[in-house]
């Protein structure tokens, strides 16, 4: 059971991913945007406004993009481990397309008076859901090149805080409502585990056919 318990947690981000897209497209004011949205409201020119500017260009696509093909080129030219360097890739690309078609599809307004130049459409928030796939795919395929537990675990917690704090931050620039963060989380989560559990599946069965691969050459031609 506990082997396919990421299905759940993917059914339940889906799940509240398609509960806010309903409760957004319904087209209402609601009270869990209006309170988060003050609660993490900050004034121009002051340190707040300063820190979370900064924070938010690290999720920006450009950024992302450019980290991105590092880790790809990592894991093409250094480790040589081709089967993850194309789930890093297609999750990347894969995952801005879907981002995109559903804000299209959606075509939330973004909020007024927010404190960044912006375009396109809110929901859900492209630095939310592609930040928390860019850091999984990272922790899942880097992450484990790195010696020594208390690094990595030091990593993966800093990898958390900042994917928080760039979802807060796109809140406290008022380029987002509460809710789009929330589900950039909730799908990001759910393609996240979804690629990296098709990779494993994958990985598997290349490994069985390579072994049973040698066990018939071995049993057809054996050594004299």
Not at 62 to 82: A, D, H, R, T
Not at 99 to 108: G, L, V
Not at 180 to 201: C, E, Q, R, W
Request: proline share 3%.
């Amino acid at each position: 059971m506990i082997k396919y318990s990421w299905m759940a947690v993917v059914l339940l981000c889906l799940l509240l991913f398609f509960f806010l897209m309903h409760e957004v497209q319904s087209e209402k004011t609601l009270a869990f945007d209006t309170y988060i949205a003050e609660l993490f409201a900050v004034g121009e020119n002051t340190i707040p406004f300063t820190f979370f500017k900064s924070i938010t260009y690290l999720g920006k696509s450009k950024v992302i993009g450019i980290v991105s093909l590092l880790c790809v080129l990592y894991l093409w030219i250094i480790k040589k481990n081709y089967l993850p360097m194309a789930v890093f890739s297609i999750g990347m690309a894969g995952g801005d397309v879907l981002n995109e078609w559903i804000k299209n599809h959606t075509q939330r307004v973004r909020p007024e008076n927010h404190l960044l130049e912006t375009g396109g459409y809110s929901f859900p928030s492209g630095h939310a859901m592609l930040g928390l796939i860019f850091f999984s795919m990272v922790a899942y395929f880097i992450l484990k090149e790195v010696k020594g537990n208390s690094l990595k675990w030091v990593m993966g917690i800093g990898f958390v805080c900042l994917v928080l704090l760039i979802g807060i931050s796109r809140i406290a620039m008022n380029v987002h409502f509460p809710t789009d963060i929330l589900a950039g989380y909730a799908l990001g989560a759910a393609y996240s585990l979804t690629l990296i559990n098709l990779y494993k599946f994958v990985r598997r069965r290349s490994i069985y056919k390579k072994n049973m691969r040698s066990l018939y050459i071995s049993v057809t031609f054996p050594r004299k």
